[in-house]
């Protein structure tokens, strides 16, 4: 019976270590308000509701989190929203958090407080999840379904086959702890750079710069609204209309556009496809 035994558990590890390998995670994403997305973050064994936003840049933890965890915040971050309005975060070390079974460790987090910036009376919000939660993985992004799933190498490698490679740059911020995604889009014949902002509830945005690159008859003023956009992002037409709006980008793709199809986002070879 023992030597039936110990081969019929070395066959248990091997398959076990194999289903390892091919390890995938679904995260669900919850409805927040609007089209604005939610995830739930366990971190110490408590639960939090953190907004999900690919234009984030950052993963923020509230200074009630931090406190809770019996951290002091230090020094400060400063990043630039869209608009170009300068925010200052504390920063805090060392937290880990818990997200559908995935432990992402975050050597440094940026503390801030989310609601500050919100309408009153929505929902308590307790931090931000960014691309760079998931710096080193292989993330899926399906708006369409509110799912996001974590891949790793073996798991993504047949379903990359029928995906499209996209031209893309990642941004790291002012001081190196940012993780910001911008895809490529022609028009008129130049590469234009839209960031790809799952939380711009808005039309797509165009900088007054773009509008003249495209040699648009319509005025460049912020506010107004394009009808004729002829844009597209590897073969794929941009939607009209567009808003044209003074922000420190090229443009900025937006929650409608980015639910059409299925994003995988290979934040350690920093390459992005689509279905």
């Given amino acids: ?55 984030g840049g950052e993963t923020i933890i509230s200074p009630q989190i931090a406190q809770a965890l019996g951290k002091t915040p230090y020094g400060q971050l400063s990043a630039y929203r869209m608009s170009g309005e300068k925010v200052v975060f504390q920063k805090s070390d060392s937290v880990t958090l818990s997200i559908s079974g995935q432990r992402l460790f975050q050597s440094q987090v940026a503390v801030w407080d989310l609601m500050s910036i919100l309408p009153k009376g929505l929902p308590q919000l307790d931090g931000v999840i960014s691309l760079k939660t998931f710096a080193g993985k292989i993330l899926g992004i399906d708006l369409k379904i509110n799912q996001l799933t974590v891949e790793d190498e073996k798991s993504f490698a047949p379903r990359r086959k029928n995906l499209t490679l996209l031209n893309s740059r990642f941004a790291n911020g002012l001081a190196g702890n940012e993780l910001s995604l911008f895809l490529e889009v022609q028009g008129s014949n130049k590469k234009l750079w839209f960031l790809f902002d799952s939380g711009n509830l808005d039309h797509i945005l165009l900088s007054p710069p773009t509008v003249q690159v495209l040699g648009l008859m319509a005025s460049s003023a912020p506010g107004t609204e394009l ?27 937006n929650f409608s556009f980015i639910k059409e199809n299925t994003y995988y986002l290979d934040l350690k070879k920093l390459q992005v496809w689509r279905d």
């Fill in 1 to 55: 019976m023992t030597h039936l035994t110990r081969p019929f558990l070395l066959l248990l590890l091997v398959l076990a270590c194999q289903l390892r390998t091919y390890a995938q995670s679904k995260i669900p994403l919850e409805v927040y308000a609007g089209n604005l997305k939610a995830v739930r973050v366990t971190i110490e064994g408590k639960p939090y509701r953190f907004l999900f936003d690919t234009g």
């Fill in 227 to 253: 009808e004729n956009v002829p844009l597209t992002l590897h073969r794929k037409a941009l939607p009209a209309p567009a808003t044209v709006k003074d922000i420190l980008y090229d443009g900025a793709l």
